[in-house]
Structure formats: structure tokens, C-alpha cells
DNA sequence: AATAATTAAATGATCATTTAAAAAATGATT
DNA sequence: AATCATTTTTTAAATGATCATTTAATTATT
């Protein structure tokens, strides 16, 4: 089974480690020998399988925007009708794997650093652009033309108004809750009577 | 006239320093030097006055949540109604003075950054509770008590998410067009047909 | 034996902070 | 106004600590 992947395995072990001791000690405070201690392993071995640190960082953000990917694909996929669609957005988001302080700690500090890391950024700017484009997809058949783009943008900052909350959040959260309340704000906004123009 | 004393007149010029600096580099990257700069000083006299970099920083947003203070405290005054009490929060926080790129990006920034450090920490639980306590207040005689909390938090989840976008936009913010915004989504609110499923 | 993985130690760079001294302001006394 | 002592403000340079990264050698795998 697992034959030639030693490098494969540390990729992943290193990941995890990174969001841990990020989660635990802050994007920019974390050094490299607190994030190789997670795994027991040297800071000069993090160089050895990525090059830099900011290359570990980068390929960690990469790994979470996969996840999300993955996960808004898989609730995609059992989406019967056009309401479905626009609930996978926020149920990827508030997927169990996803919406916990650790995850949506590591998200906020990337969010925050983004603009002084052209690296960064480029990531951040496409994940952007992709979730802009599936809101207004899915909510072309709800909302009338003129008022989709305000509740697109009402949507998409309560998105991740949310987990910068969670991020500050010590306690645990309860996803079923997130996508609940998600929901309420959903059945607002169709049975929209107010707009604007754009 | 305000004979002002050099001291007074370095703290403010520092904290603004401190904003425009941090704005161009980073919470994190800013360095002493590259504040001092701003105003055409060095390092050392940011400690002369401060104590430290952390002080300075502690400060600086101190100084933010003091204007935030004031001018909301302005629009309450000339709020005739519930619901006008309820646009003063939204207005505050997109009042021309704070809704701009460098605001808050300073803003976001020390959120991301609050939790590692039990000074910030505390400023920001604070303001927190300070923002939540008015929300409640406000909406209470505008909701129903079933979804008050839950209105709270999505106009709450909103807002933040509003800060962050402009946070990472390096054009400039139309406040008035922020403000309609929220006009829509209490709107919204309002017309509540809510709570937990219909 | 040859290659891959790992590390301890060295390197070098960056900074916040301290220190000691210089420069400006203040103000009291002529 | 001018002098000079005192205090306040400012800075250049020194200090010391922290790290990411590199190097060279060691250990494990194939």
C-alpha cells in the first residue's frame, strides 16, 4: 500500500501541525520550531519538505481551500432544486470539518494578512472570485435581477462575518446552529421586499 | 487658546503614524522605525512616549473604539424612533471617519490579532459587549423576543463582515451605499417572517 | 553501498528596547 | 534682552534577543 510517500505523509503531518500550533500561538507569533514540535520533528526539516515557511503556510491555506472545495462540491451534488444550491454554499462552510476555531482562526489571520503577501493574496483573491460566482449563480433563479447583487453582498459578508466570530470563539460552535440560523437569514432575503439598485 | 502640551501632541501625531503605517505593512511586519518615519522621528521616542511597541499599538485602537464611541453616541442623539436607534449602530460604523481601507484593515487586523494577547484581548471583549448590549437594546421593541438573538447575530455577523471586506478593498468605500445596504437588510429584519423553519 | 530523511549547530538578518549624550525648550535672574 | 541653569525632548549607537534559513554531518531506508 503505502510505498514511495514519506514525502507525502510529512506534507500532511506538517499541514496539521502548522494549523495547531498557529491556532495555538497566532499566525505571525508561531515559528517554525513550535509548529515542527506538533509532530516531535526540527524546524530545518519543515525547509527540507517545503523551502520556506511562508511556502508551508501557503500550501496549509491551499490544503483548507481544497477541503472547502471539496465539501461545497459533495452538497452540490444532492442538491435537488435551486434553494438546495444556495444552502451547499453555507453547509460547506459550516461543514463539521470546517467550522472550528482552530480552522476559522487559521482562515482570519490568512484573511488579515493576505494584503502584505502578493503569494497570499493571489490565493485569496481567487477563493473571492469563486464564491462570488457561485452566489450569484445560485441566486439567479431566487432573487429578481435588480436586488441580487445587495443580497449577494448581504450573504456573503454574513458568511464570513460568521467565522471571524467563530475564530474569536474559544468555545466549541455548533454547526447545526450556523446552518439553522443560516436558513432564517436564507428565507428572509427570498421573500425579499426591499432592495436596490446595484 | 489650547496651549497643548508636546506630549498630547506626540501621542496623537504617533497613533496616526501608527494607523498609516500599519495600513501600508501589516499589524505585524510594521516595524518601529518604519512608524517613527511617518512623522519624521525615530524609534526611540515612540518608548519615550509609549513604553513600547505593544502600548502603542494597545493605544492606537483604544483610540479607534473612542471615536467609534463618540460617534455613535452623536446619531443617537438625533434618533427620533426605535428603528432610528437601531441605523445609528450601522451608521457609526459606516461613518466617513471609520469607513475607509485604512480603518479597517487596522481594525481587522486587531481582531486577528486579539486573541494572543491578554491586553488586546480585553479591549476587544469590551467592545464586543458593548456592541452586542446595543444591538439587544435596540432591537428589542423591533423584534419579537423569539428571533431577537437570532436577528442580532446575522445584523452582528453582517457588520463585522462588511469591516472585513473593506479591509482587504484597496479602492475607496462609498459610506452612503454601505449605509442603504443595511437600510435593506433591517428592512429585511423587520418584515420578519422568521424563526426556525417556515 | 547509495540515497533519503533528519538534525544539531552555525549563520546572518531583523528588530524592539536601552543607554548615554546631544539638542531644544523653559524660565528664572540680571 | 541676554545669560545660564534646569528640564524636556530627541537621537545615534549599542545591546540583546529571536528566528528563519543554511550547512555539514548523522541516521535511517532501500
Same mark, same amino acid.
Given at each position: 500500500?503505502?510505498?514511495?510517500?514519506?514525502?507525502?505523509i510529512?506534507?500532511?503531518?506538517?499541514?496539521?501541525?502548522?494549523?495547531e500550533?498557529?491556532?495555538?500561538?497566532?499566525?505571525?507569533?508561531?515559528?517554525?520550531?513550535?509548529?515542527?514540535?506538533?509532530?516531535?520533528?526540527?524546524a530545518?526539516?519543515?525547509?527540507?519538505?517545503?523551502?520556506?515557511?511562508?511556502?508551508?503556510m501557503?500550501?496549509?491555506?491551499?490544503?483548507?481551500?481544497?477541503?472547502?472545495?471539496?465539501?461545497?462540491?459533495?452538497? *452540490?451534488?444532492?442538491? +435537488? %432544486?435551486?434553494?438546495?444550491?444556495?444552502? #451547499?454554499?453555507? @453547509?460547506?462552510?459550516? &461543514? /463539521? !470539518?470546517?467550522?472550528?476555531?482552530?480552522?476559522?482562526?487559521?482562515?482570519?489571520?490568512?484573511?488579515?494578512?493576505?494584503?502584505?503577501?502578493?503569494?497570499?493574496?493571489?490565493?485569496?483573491?481567487?477563493?473571492?472570485?469563486?464564491?462570488?460566482?457561485?452566489?450569484?449563480?445560485?441566486?439567479?433563479?431566487?432573487?429578481?435581477?435588480?436586488?441580487?447583487?445587495?443580497?449577494?453582498?448581504? *450573504?456573503?459578508?454574513? +458568511? %464570513?462575518?460568521?467565522?471571524?466570530?467563530? #475564530?474569536?470563539? @474559544?468555545?466549541?460552535? &455548533? /454547526? !447545526?446552529?450556523?446552518?439553522?440560523?443560516?436558513?432564517?437569514?436564507?428565507?428572509?432575503?427570498?421573500?425579499?421586499?426591499?432592495?436596490?439598485?446595484?
Amino acid at each position: 500500500m503505502t510505498r514511495k510517500k514519506i514525502r507525502d505523509i510529512r506534507h500532511e503531518e506538517f499541514i496539521v501541525a502548522a494549523l495547531e500550533a498557529t491556532h495555538k500561538r497566532g499566525f505571525h507569533a508561531v515559528t517554525m520550531s513550535e509548529i515542527a514540535a506538533e509532530i516531535g520533528a526540527t524546524a530545518a526539516s519543515i525547509n527540507y519538505y517545503f523551502g520556506s515557511k511562508d511556502q508551508l503556510m501557503f500550501e496549509t491555506m491551499r490544503h483548507l481551500l481544497r477541503i472547502l472545495g471539496a465539501t461545497h462540491k459533495q452538497y *452540490l451534488d444532492v442538491a +435537488l %432544486d435551486p434553494k438546495d444550491r444556495l444552502h #451547499a454554499i453555507f @453547509d460547506a462552510h459550516f &461543514d /463539521p !470539518r470546517f467550522f472550528t476555531p482552530q480552522h476559522c482562526s487559521f482562515w482570519v489571520q490568512f484573511w488579515s494578512a493576505a494584503p502584505y503577501s502578493a503569494h497570499l493574496e493571489r490565493l485569496h483573491r481567487i477563493n473571492q472570485s469563486r464564491v462570488k460566482s457561485h452566489f450569484r449563480a445560485e441566486l439567479a433563479p431566487l432573487v429578481p435581477a435588480p436586488f441580487r447583487e445587495t443580497m449577494r453582498r448581504i *450573504l456573503q459578508s454574513y +458568511l %464570513d462575518g460568521v467565522w471571524l466570530s467563530v #475564530a474569536q470563539a @474559544d468555545r466549541d460552535i &455548533d /454547526p !447545526r446552529h450556523a446552518r439553522q440560523e443560516a436558513r432564517s437569514l436564507i428565507e428572509l432575503v427570498l421573500s425579499g421586499k426591499v432592495g436596490g439598485s446595484n
